[in-house]
């Protein structure tokens, strides 16, 4: 089985949780440096989080919900999974 990542993702996954991240975020007119500060994430790599092109780990989702207010199951919520 090969590993999850963009390229063998045929669900949609990352990408959807990607841009519920991106949802969220320009919700709250946050930048996506302001967003990758705020949870302590690179922002090259809130870039590639965003754009469905990293399996984003759970305490990143954790992260990332905290630095927006909510919790990483509304993330997940929001994008379906």
């Known amino acids: 089985m090969p590993r999850i990542s ?5 669900d949609q996954s990352l990408l959807r949780l990607g841009a519920s991240v991106r ?3 320009l919700q709250q007119a946050l ?5 990758a500060d705020a949870a ?5 790599h809130m870039g590639k989080i965003e754009r469905g092109e990293r ?3 759970f305490l990143n989702i954790a992260r ?3 630095a ?6 509304d993330l997940l919520l929001d994008a379906d999974l």
């Open 6 to 10: 963009a390229a063998h993702d045929p």
């Open 23 to 25: 949802t969220r975020r």
């Open 31 to 35: 930048s996506q440096e302001a967003l």
């Open 40 to 44: 302590c994430i690179d922002r090259s």
């Open 55 to 57: 399996n984003v780990t």
């Open 64 to 66: 990332i919900a905290s």
């Open 68 to 73: 927006l207010g909510c919790k990483p199951s």
